[in-house]
């Protein structure tokens, strides 16, 4: 059971003014609700199964895979569409690197 004087003290904590029967019946709810918990605790869930989700819920995003950008179709198209790039050599199967430059995305004036 929560006292009156732990809402009180909650009172000064949360900076709020209300009066005596608010505060009774503040009180008189919060031990309900605490009530209400611990009565939880006493429920036999040794054989329920866990669960991150009241509802099943399927995952619809596309597959990751793990494409190299080497190898990857349409990579030209999407070099040639960048106004500014720079091209070195890569050790990486005789390709070249390229550096594709793209606005900052926060401005500074």
Do not use: C, Y
């Not at 000064?12 to 609700?33: C, H, M, P, Q, Y």
């Not at 991150?52 to 569409?81: C, L, Y």
């Amino acid at each position: 059971m929560i006292s009156k004087e732990d809402i009180e003290h909650l009172k000064n904590l949360a900076r709020v003014e209300f009066g005596e029967k608010e505060t009774e019946a503040l009180a008189r709810d919060l031990s309900g609700i605490l009530d209400f918990i611990n009565k939880l605790s006493e429920a036999d869930i040794s054989e329920a199964s866990e669960t991150t989700h009241a509802a099943e819920i399927m995952n619809v995003m596309r597959k990751d895979d793990d494409e190299d950008f080497f190898e990857m179709e349409g990579r030209e198209s999407i070099v040639s569409d960048f106004p500014e790039k720079e091209t070195s050599k890569l050790l990486h199967e005789g390709t070249e690197s390229v550096w594709l430059k793209v606005k900052a995305p926060i401005q500074k004036e």
